[in-house]
């Protein structure tokens, strides 16, 4: 297809021009040279733009860590055609690039093309991913005719997971004794409570009474088949309540590394750990979208809890239906107007947490406007945790999160300036609790938790 550019239009007024003025003067030279540049262009236009593109993709695999770097690699081969290429291969704003370039200028000689595309790219924030297909553009050598694009067809959605406490790299008996855990004892065969837990197969040992029988009479693995029973939840599990802050200013910081998602990175991690421990635990959210997880324990409530993380992250508005048995999250109605409280959050649960004497963790990024509203909200969760050691069992992880959006000498100086303020703010705050402060410039959150964990 023939394009009308500046330079065809220059061949054709060129020759134009020397036809006209050969034609008045009546100069043979003249008018043979007007020829001149429309042979020209006609030998231009009988090359093509390169074509017989194939472009691969080599994706990395579909779970990673954040902060994980990976290698992604193109392979490019044109077959026919004389021009340049351009092969770009966009990424989403939450990726950094580490390692080599994304975009890739390609010359088309008359012989065929073969190269490869290779940079290395850096997941640094959790949630679910698309990643782009990459894309390239043809050009002919003379831009005389139009463009060629052409893009990959598949593509591959890859989920960024937040990191977890490592802690079985510390072997130090002491130092791990600094997490906290919750009061009561694990009973995995004390009695069972009325709380649900799954239904399996019939073992040596359960009593009758917990079998079900129209779920065994619709058990189609025979006449020999065992019969189904009912697991209830054991009486003596320890109970973990996560409370997470959604206010605008947990998004603090860049769109790479903010605020919000250290704070993912905390909870999995929590969550994570108190699994490993059989407790039951809980997660919800104060001062934005709100969301329940009910009391559970067991993997499967660790990958409920992890699953609704990461849609927080992307801020997928899941309707309803998403939120209710299927992830095990209470459905509730969106919310208009004023976001809940810590101390309204806890109000709305408080019949979960009667009698379980829970340890509270609460997340979040404490600055001048918030320090009310969060010290009403730990004198409520006093009022249904109990005392161990002179102190309740709440914890608090405060995120400090100045440095994250601090690069100049200067701004590094404002940020201490205003750490120190929220220090001075939230004295009061510390007493009869467990504080975290959490600089995620500074350390990783396994070595905050495990070396700075200090009772007030």
């Known amino acids: 297809m023939l394009k009308i550019t500046p330079l065809l239009n220059n061949l054709i007024t060129l020759s134009i021009v020397l036809l006209l003025l050969g034609i008045i003067f009546v100069n043979r030279v003249l008018i043979m040279l007007s020829l001149t540049p429309l042979l020209f262009m006609l030998l231009a236009l009988l090359v093509g733009v390169p074509r ?76 679910y991913y698309q990643l782009n297909k990459p894309a390239c553009e043809a050009y002919h050598f003379l831009h005389l005719k139009a463009p060629v694009n052409k893009a990959v067809s598949a593509s591959q959605k890859i989920e960024i997971r937040p990191r977890v406490l490592e802690i079985k790299k510390i072997r130090d008996v002491t130092t791990k004794s600094k997490i906290p855990l919750p009061l009561g004892a694990v009973a995995k065969m004390g009695l069972p409570t ?77 969550v994570d750990y108190y699994t490993k421990y059989d407790c039951r635990i809980a997660l919800c959210t104060f001062n934005g979208a709100p969301f329940f997880i009910y009391p559970a324990a067991g993997k499967r409530q660790y990958y409920k809890i992890l699953q609704e993380l990461l849609r927080l992250k992307t801020r997928e508005n899941d309707s309803s239906k998403e939120r209710g048995e299927e992830n095990g999250a209470e459905p509730e109605k969106p919310q208009t107007g004023k976001r809940a409280t810590l101390r309204e959050t806890v109000i709305r649960y408080k019949g979960y947490l009667y009698g379980n004497n829970p340890l509270c963790i609460v997340v979040t990024r404490i600055n001048r406007e918030n320090t009310s509203a969060l010290d009403e909200g730990i004198r409520e969760l006093m009022k249904y945790t109990s005392i161990r050691k002179e102190s309740y069992s709440v914890m608090v992880v405060n995120i400090d999160g100045y440095d994250l959006a601090a690069s100049t000498p200067s701004e590094k100086v404002a940020a201490e300036i205003l750490r120190k303020r929220d220090r001075i703010n939230t004295g009061g705050l510390k007493r009869g609790i467990t504080w975290i402060d959490w600089n995620p410039t500074r350390s990783s959150f396994t070595t905050t938790l495990l070396r700075q964990v200090v009772r007030r």
């Not at 779920?215 to 088949?225: F, M």
């Not at 997470?244 to 200013?249: I, T, V």
């Open 52 to 127: 017989e593109i194939t472009i691969k993709k080599l994706y990395p695999q579909e779970i990673l860590l954040a902060g994980d770097s990976f290698t992604i690699e193109i392979s490019i081969e044109i077959k026919r055609g004389l021009g340049t290429i351009v092969v770009f291969d966009l990424l989403p704003g939450e990726f950094e690039l580490r390692e080599g370039s994304n975009l890739k200028l390609l010359w088309k000689g008359f012989r065929p093309l073969k190269t490869t595309l290779r940079y290395r790219v850096r997941s640094t924030t959790a949630g």
């Open 194 to 270: 009325l709380e649900f837990r799954e239904m399996r197969q019939y073992q040596r040992g359960d009593p009758y009474k917990f079998i079900n029988w129209k779920a065994t009479a619709r058990n189609t693995g025979g006449a020999y088949a065992a019969p189904l029973v009912n697991e209830y939840e054991k009486e003596g599990k320890k109970t973990v309540w996560l409370f997470l802050d959604h206010s605008s200013a947990m998004y603090f910081g860049a769109n790479v590394e903010n605020v919000f998602e250290s704070a993912l990175e905390a909870v999995n991690g929590f």
